[in-house]
């Protein structure tokens, strides 16, 4: 591992899950003079570039595989999506918490006293 950076790249056959090679950093300085070292002819042959959403994997499809397509692996457009869910529902939660806060104050200032939504009931008697 590179002491300045603490993700290693791992390059694998995808289809035989074999390792190809391991690089210390995937940082540009380490890439670069790696990816370059590949005769372009072999560097055409690519098909397809495999990789997580880190952005520099993705560009590495136009500067050395110009003929593979990007592709972000299964694991991790999972885990976006489910992150997406999640803002979704607190999001939602936050505007129907904040709803029924406004709504308590108005029906409170209405009756001239207090007035607890029906889960807090429970706890005030």
């Known amino acids: 591992m590179d002491d300045n950076c603490k993700y290693a790249l791992i390059i694998q056959d995808f289809h035989t899950g074999d390792p190809i090679d391991l ?27 495999i990789s997580d959403m880190y952005n520099q994997y993705i560009d590495y499809v136009d500067k050395y ?12 457009v999972i885990q976006w ?31 001239g006293r207090p007035i607890f939504p029906p889960s807090q009931m429970k706890y005030i008697c």
């Open 65 to 76: 595989f110009p003929n593979s397509v990007p592709v972000v692996d299964s694991f991790h």
């Open 81 to 111: 999506i489910i992150r997406m869910i999640d803002n979704h529902i607190w999001q939602l939660l936050k505007y129907y918490r904040q709803r029924d806060r406004e709504r308590q104050e108005q029906l409170s200032l209405e009756e």
């Open 23 to 49: 690089l210390r950093s995937r940082r540009v300085s380490v890439t670069e003079s790696y990816f370059t070292s590949i005769p372009p002819e072999e560097r055409n042959g690519v098909k397809y570039l």
